[in-house]
């Protein structure tokens, strides 16, 4: 298995380097698009301001990504101030998400009878 890591070939120009980089960005902005699709979907499915954040949610993703970047070769620390500073810009859009939900006509959650 070739490791993420070692992917990247070897730049002598910076010219080199954004091309690699604006073809990475060309492969994530779809990818972080389509992530923001599921933070509409779970605010539908959720409905609830306070089950927005879910810190147990934040941490089990955080473990889950450092695990990945460490076995791809990368910066484990970095990848987590990454998801972190993502998560927190998802979870705004998920409330704005549900906000415009709502005004659209999506009633809020009833609460369940026991």
Excluded: F, W
């Excluded at 990475?24 to 779809?30: G, H, N, S, T």
């Excluded at 993703?61 to 998801?83: F, K, M, S, W």
């Excluded at 979870?91 to 009878?113: F, M």
């Amino acid at each position: 298995m070739t490791l993420a890591i070692d992917k990247v070939p070897h730049c002598t120009s910076m010219t080199e380097v954004r091309a690699g980089v604006n073809a990475l960005d060309d492969v994530l902005v779809p990818l972080l698009v389509q992530r923001s699709g599921y933070m509409t979907q779970a605010a539908r499915v959720k409905n609830d301001e306070g089950l927005v954040r879910d810190e147990e949610r934040i941490e089990t993703i955080v473990q889950r990504v450092r695990t990945l970047a460490q076995a791809q070769g990368g910066n484990p620390d970095l990848i987590e101030r990454i998801y972190r500073a993502m998560m927190e810009c998802y979870i705004a859009y998920e409330h704005d998400e549900l906000a415009r939900l709502r005004a659209a006509g999506l009633p809020p959650k009833q609460e369940e009878s026991v």
